[in-house]
Nanobody, 120 residues
């Protein structure tokens, strides 16, 4: 069964960096748009960044709060999407989730989430 597996979360000081990974074994990866969401305690889940599949040009988009600090990328040969997070702020603390959406039927798949904590 297709599943998404996130890794790379942890504790980091403000101003630091983390790189999240989301592996998608079992997916025809090039036919999925990939995105990262996050959910902080007491808040709704929000879109952080998204990247289109190769047939759609691989374009990216970001939430305004992370623009210029976070970078989403994908390695289609390894079925993996990444989120490079730089200049982290306390307000970036959340559980980060990976999502895959099929370009054929818009079906969504979610990972289990990885905790990112930014604290001094």
């Amino acid at each position: 069964q297709a599943q998404l597996v996130e890794s790379g979360g942890g504790l980091v000081q403000p101003g630091g960096s983390l790189r999240l990974s989301c592996a998608a074994p079992g997916f025809t990866f090039s036919t999925y748009s990939m995105s990262w969401y996050r959910q902080a305690p007491g808040k709704e889940r929000e879109l952080v960044a998204a990247i289109a599949p190769p047939p759609a040009g691989g374009s990216t988009n970001y939430a305004g709060s992370v623009q210029g600090r976070f970078t989403i990328s994908r390695d289609n040969a390894k079925n993996t999407v990444f989120l490079q997070m730089n200049s982290l702020k306390v307000e970036d603390t959340a559980v980060y989730y990976c999502k895959a959406r099929s370009i054929w039927n818009n079906r969504d798949y979610w990972g289990q989430g990885t905790q990112v904590t930014v604290s001094s």
